[in-house]
């Protein structure tokens, strides 16, 4: 089995493109996180999250299809600044 590490922004989330960065590790599943920054940005994705938690999601990430499972969420709004984080487990399909 061959190690992934895919560290990027921009993922396609069942066919719409998100701005998103993104940061993936392992073989046969991928552990990591789903991050943005921004007030807008962050309660688009808070929101996302909540509709879609309990649900399995197709992604995109770097020329690779995987099926996502949404683990949590941890959201900083302080001051001037604002950010959400998904943790993820992802299989990797191709």
Do not use: P
């Not at 920054?37 to 996302?48: A, C, I, R």
Request: with cysteine; aromatic share 12%.
């Amino acid at each position: 089995m061959t190690l992934k590490h895919l560290k990027g922004r921009g993922l396609v989330v069942e066919q719409t493109r998100e701005d998103w960065l993104y940061d993936l590790e392992g073989d046969v599943a991928l552990n990591g996180f789903l991050f943005v920054e921004g007030w807008k940005e962050s309660k688009f994705m808070q929101d996302w999250y909540e509709k879609n938690k309990d649900n399995l999601i197709q992604a995109n990430i770097s020329n690779y299809d995987l099926t996502m499972q949404l683990l949590g969420i941890e959201y900083d709004e302080s001051g001037h600044y604002s950010s959400s984080r998904i943790k993820v487990k992802a299989k990797c399909a191709t």
